[in-house]
C-alpha cells in the first residue's frame, strides 16, 4: 500500500508560482512512476507532469515550459513547480504513483485545490 498525501495548494495571482509537494508512505526510489495530474471544474482528469522511472519527464503541453517535476528521495517526497500560472490553471491536482503495478498508476492522492486568479 502506498498513501500519497499532496499539500502547498491555495488561491495565487496569475502569473505567479506556486510548489505542490506529495508526500509517500514509501520510498519514491521503489516507484518506477510518479505524476501529477489535474482535474478543472467540469473537465475531464488530465495528465500534468509525470516522471517516468526516475529517468525521463514528460508534460503535457499546456504546462510545458512552465511546470516542473522533481522528487527528493531523502524526503520521500515528489514536487510540481509551476510557475506563470494562468487562470485555466485552476484545478483539483492529483499525485498519482504507478507501484509495482504493470497497468499504469495505481495509486493517488485525494487531491488539493489551486485557484489562479486573474
Known amino acids: 500500500q502506498v498513501k500519497l498525501v499532496e499539500s502547498g495548494g491555495g488561491v495565487v495571482q496569475a502569473g505567479g508560482s506556486r510548489r505542490l509537494s506529495c508526500a509517500a508512505s514509501v520510498s519514491i526510489f521503489s516507484i518506477s512512476d510518479m505524476a501529477w495530474y489535474r482535474q478543472a471544474p467540469g473537465k475531464q482528469r488530465e495528465l500534468g507532469a509525470v516522471s517516468l522511472t526516475h529517468v525521463s519527464t514528460n508534460y503535457a503541453d499546456s504546462v510545458k515550459g512552465r511546470f516542473t517535476i522533481s522528487g527528493d528521495i531523502h524526503k520521500n517526497t515528489v514536487y510540481l513547480q509551476m510557475n506563470s500560472l494562468k487562470p485555466e490553471d485552476t484545478a483539483v491536482y492529483y499525485c498519482?504513483?504507478?507501484?509495482?503495478?504493470?497497468?499504469?498508476?495505481?495509486?493517488w492522492g485525494k487531491g488539493i485545490l489551486v485557484t489562479v486568479s486573474s
Open positions: 498519482a504513483a504507478n507501484y509495482n503495478s504493470a497497468g499504469g498508476m495505481n495509486y
